[in-house]
């Protein structure tokens, strides 16, 4: 029997770079939903899926005290953050403090960083 330091397997590996930070804008933003248009202010987040090979975005909207957002479930809207084409998404649920989650699939309505 041998005793001393066994030499670990993982040692020969390459080191895993870091993940690249996800990415995210929080600031104003323009709703487009059917029958109404709410400036609001949106915090968004997003992954490329490995997948499918696809952009997943998704996030949370706020309003102004005082001022009726839509209705989750109301279809296909529209999201659009300054200096950003439209980008289509879908308004999930409504949380305790009346924001919406919105998740879209493509092009999110945030520029990406080019790497």
Request: no cysteine; charged share 25%; glycine share 12%.
């Amino acid at each position: 029997m041998r005793f001393g330091r066994r030499r670990s397997r993982h040692a020969d590996l390459p080191e895993t770079p870091e993940p690249e930070p996800a990415p995210e804008y929080s600031g104003p933003a323009l709703l487009d939903a059917p029958g109404i248009e709410v400036a609001v202010t949106v915090s968004l987040n997003g992954h490329l899926d490995p997948i499918d090979g696809v952009f997943h975005w998704y996030g949370r909207i706020s309003a102004a005290e005082g001022v009726d957002m839509p209705d989750p479930g109301r279809g296909q809207v529209f999201l659009t953050v300054p200096g950003s084409a439209p980008a289509r998404g879908v308004l999930q649920e409504r949380d305790p403090w009346d924001n919406l989650r919105i998740t879209g699939v493509g092009t999110p309505p945030f520029p990406l960083e080019a790497a």
